[in-house]
């Protein structure tokens, strides 16, 4: 499984943001896949993430801020981010897990200025 991350950047506190993840590979099959997340000498933490039943998981700190959607057919993944905080700035993980093994993507960089 390769995941292609993408829609990190720059922006004001308050800004949004939204990223993609893409998972392919041949017969590629996601239980759940989602988005972790570390700062600069913390450790990765959980954003959110979406199991392939629908139920979704989101980290304290970004519970009515932050939406994790999931598109089956696609394989992809998003993470839209709203009311972004300096605090939610970090090297965002796109993370997938096929029933066997985890597999993690490029991350990219999100940066909320205050």
């Known amino acids: 499984v390769q995941l292609q991350a993408s829609g990190g950047g720059l922006v004001q506190a308050g800004g949004s943001l939204r990223l993609s993840c893409a998972a392919s590979?041949?017969?590629?099959?996601?239980?759940?896949i989602g988005w972790y997340r570390q700062a600069p000498g913390q450790q990765r933490e959980l954003v959110a993430s979406?199991?392939?039943?629908?139920?979704?998981k989101y980290a304290d700190s970004v519970k009515g801020r932050f939406t994790i959607s999931r598109d089956t057919a696609k394989n992809t993944v998003y993470l839209q981010m709203n009311s972004l905080k300096p605090e939610d700035t970090a090297v965002y993980y796109c993370?997938?897990?096929?029933?066997?093994?985890?597999?993690w993507g490029q991350g990219t960089q999100v940066t909320v200025s205050s």
């Open positions: 993370n997938a897990h096929d029933g066997t093994y985890n597999h």
């Open positions: 590979g041949s017969g590629v099959r996601i239980n759940a």
């Open positions: 979406a199991a392939s039943g629908g139920d979704t």
